[in-house]
């Protein structure tokens, strides 16, 4: 079974820079396209970016690209997404998810329904 436990966040300046990571304790990461989510106060939770199983595709939400990188280890059964020049906007809970519908698969959904594992998540605070 799937099991997702975020870490990494914390409370970072303007401009300042954070690694998540996502360990699969359940050892069974590999496979399947994974994905970062995020909630802020007040919104929905969104698409932040998606990985396919082997890394070869990765997806980013336009307010991300250019700042945010994820990468994943299967090796290691881990999951990341370096983020870069955060802004207050930035401000939320962090979730990974897994799809696993999506087994050895090219393709990465951003709907929240598509994915069926979830992390409890990490906040991820930035200050102005």
């Known amino acids: 079974q799937v099991q997702l436990v975020e870490s990494g966040g914390g409370l970072v300046q303007t401009g300042g820079s954070l690694r998540l990571s996502c360990d699969d304790s359940?050892?069974?990461?590999?496979?399947?396209?994974m994905g970062w989510f995020r909630r802020a106060p007040g919104k929905d939770r969104e698409f932040v970016s998606g990985v396919t199983w082997n890394g070869a595709k990765t997806e980013y939400a336009d307010f991300v690209k250019g700042r945010f990188t994820i990468s994943r280890d299967n090796a290691k059964n881990t999951m990341y997404l370096q983020m870069n020049d955060l802004s207050p906007e930035d401000t939320a809970v962090y979730y990974c998810a897994a799809d696993i519908s999506r087994h050895l698969s090219d393709q990465i959904a951003t709907y929240i329904y598509d994915y069926d594992y979830w992390g409890q998540g990490t906040q991820v605070t930035v200050s102005s």
């Open positions: 359940g050892r069974t990461f590999n496979g399947y396209t």
